[in-house]
């Protein structure tokens, strides 16, 4: 079962623009990470934000996360054709679940030149 | 510094036929895991290591052994092979065994056909 689902499934923007993600799951978490894949590729890890953190920045990336919405929402700002991938959260429900990382269905996102 | 290693990249079986994906990882981390990544489903776990000797199963572990005889290998086994089992098949390493929040680094993956 997926913990995390990901909303839009797919998204198109120009570049400079800003793209923004929306990430739901289910039960409680120790961390949630974000992934960028690109076509072909293995995934990269983004960020990581821990339970008790409510906002991360790093670079042209913001992450917010809501525990009591159990939702987090991932911002990439002033876009760039690069940026072109798939992003999907994952969730760490913490040592009692082995600190398996579940995975989302990810949001493709196009940034048009 | 290569990473996480996974051979073969791409692969063609019948069914029926038995294979090994390799991973290899050169961090010295002590978790490992394997997923499989189907259009429109994300990644799902397979099997997982917190280190050498130690294996336990993931969402979808049927079909599928793993072993964990030193640190640095985590080959994933398909016994049988079956059409359902076609999909891109990545490994994954962190550090400590996920205790400590630590993101997991990806191979490239290898792409399974069965026909």
């Known amino acids: 079962s997926q913990q995390g689902e990901e909303d839009p499934q797919a998204l198109s923007i120009q570049e400079g623009e800003n793209a923004t993600m929306n990430c739901s799951y289910k039960t409680s978490i120790n961390n949630l990470q974000w992934y960028r894949q690109n076509s072909g590729r293995g995934l990269v890890h983004l960020i990581l934000i821990r339970s008790n953190e409510r906002e991360k920045h790093s670079g042209r990336l913001r992450v917010t996360l809501d525990t009591s919405k159990k939702s987090s929402s991932l911002l990439i700002t002033a876009s760039r054709a690069a940026d072109t991938a798939s992003y999907f959260c994952a969730t760490d429900e913490g040592k009692a679940a082995g600190n398996k990382l579940t995975f989302g269905g990810g949001t493709r996102v196009l940034v048009k030149p | 510094n290569a990473g996480v290693t996974q051979t073969p990249k791409f692969q063609v079986l019948k069914t029926g036929q038995s294979m090994t994906l390799q991973c290899a990882q050169d961090?010295?981390?002590?978790?490992m895991s394997w997923y499989r990544q189907d259009p429109g489903m994300g990644l799902r776990l397979i099997h997982y290591?917190?280190?050498?000797?130690?294996?336990d199963q993931g969402e979808v572990p049927n079909g599928y052994n793993v072993s964990r005889s030193t640190t640095e290998d985590f080959p994933l086994r398909l016994l049988s092979a079956a059409p359902s089992q076609t999909s891109v098949y990545f490994c994954a390493s962190s550090s400590t065994g996920g205790y400590s929040n630590q993101p997991q680094h990806f191979g490239d993956g290898t792409r399974l056909s069965i026909l």
């Open positions: 961090m010295n981390h002590e978790y």
């Open positions: 290591s917190v280190g050498a000797g130690i294996t």
